[in-house]
């Protein structure tokens, strides 16, 4: 298996531009997870997803963040406008069957810079 | 809230040492994950542990949990440079929309 993919794996952006950072999950895989880790607040849970469905958002920092799965293979996080502050690595993540003993894998992070 | 703490948060240790490192967590949980992650890299799954008095082992790494007491502990045995790494506990909450919320990392660094 591929594990998880994502892209781009690193970007730099100017502060306003939009950002949009994109995950395939392993294929089989119905829990989807979206992290943010810095050096100031380590790792953070963003979103995650549960069949495609959006289960709990309460991480994502503010209105200018979105994430969406259209399909069980496809998930997108979304900054709009972009800022400094929000350079950090992304990382997706996904498991069969959410947390249920199940193993949840990484995938190699996207790593955004805003200048 | 459930707050997961590691120490030490940095461990710097010869070849050949022995030393643990121990993760607390605030509320109950029984589900507790060990990760490593190399510099610049993706974290790597090490240990999923489900119960209470649950032990893995996997080469020089044995983890192990206490429900009861909140504590799960990763024990390296005689290690070696290739262990230099971070290692993150990540344990999910209960009830409501579970979550798996990680400690701040414990950065082993193995000096020959």
């Known amino acids: 298996d591929a594990g998880v993919i994502q892209s781009p794996r690193h970007e730099v952006t100017e502060m306003g531009q939009e950002v949009t950072l994109r995950c395939k999950p392993i294929s089989g895989h119905n829990s989807l997870f979206w992290y943010r880790q810095t050096m100031m607040r380590g790792l953070e849970l963003l979103i995650y997803?549960?069949?495609?469905?959006?289960?709990?958002d309460s991480g994502m920092p503010e209105d200018r963040f979105s994430a969406k799965m259209p399909n069980a293979s496809f998930s997108t996080l979304k900054i709009q406008p972009s800022e400094p502050r929000d350079s950090a690595v992304y990382f997706c993540a996904s498991s069969l069957d959410r947390y249920y003993g199940n193993t949840i894998y990484f995938g190699e992070g996207s790593w955004l810079t805003v200048v | 809230e459930l707050k997961v703490e590691q120490n030490p948060l940095f461990l710097s240790m010869q070849e050949g040492k022995n030393y643990t490192i121990y993760c607390n967590y605030s509320?109950?949980?029984?589900?507790l994950y060990w990760y490593r992650q190399d510099p610049g890299k993706s974290l790597e799954s090490l240990f999923v542990?489900?119960?209470?008095?649950a032990v893995k082992q996997e080469g020089r790494l044995m983890a192990s949990l206490d429900t009861k007491a909140r504590l799960s502990t990763l024990h390296i045995t005689a290690a070696v440079h290739d262990l230099s790494a971070t290692y993150f506990c990540a344990v999910v909450t209960q009830g409501g929309s579970e979550k798996l919320v990680f400690g701040k990392g414990t950065k082993l660094t193995v000096n020959p």
């Open positions: 997803f549960n069949n495609n469905v959006p289960i709990d």
């Open positions: 542990l489900l119960s209470n008095g």
């Open positions: 509320t109950t949980s029984d589900r």
